[in-house]
């Protein structure tokens, strides 16, 4: 799926989020486009980043909650 201004950021992947942040990063750098398409584009990059952010904190939160199962079983058996 080719990242267009019309795509719904929350339907991106965290890959797709990126790709496309340093697609924005990469245009608003060149400094090819007018003030209005920079404004734009500093507006999605935003959104972009924090659609990586979100994908980012869920992967910490998932990585949090294995390491305490691991760490539960762990103890639980020492117990024993």
């Not at 790709?19 to 990469?26: F, P």
């Not at 090819?32 to 935003?46: F, N």
Request: hydrophobic share 45%; charged share 30%.
């Amino acid at each position: 799926m080719a990242d267009t201004p019309q795509t719904d950021i929350a339907e991106l992947s965290y890959e797709q989020a990126r790709d496309a942040l340093v697609e924005v990063v990469t245009r608003l750098e060149q400094g090819a486009v007018t003030l209005e398409e920079s404004i734009a584009l500093w507006e999605r990059g935003e959104a972009l980043a924090a659609r990586c952010e979100e994908w980012l904190q869920g992967a910490k939160t998932r990585l949090d909650a294995a390491r305490t199962a691991v760490g539960a079983g762990a103890t639980a058996e020492s117990a024993s």
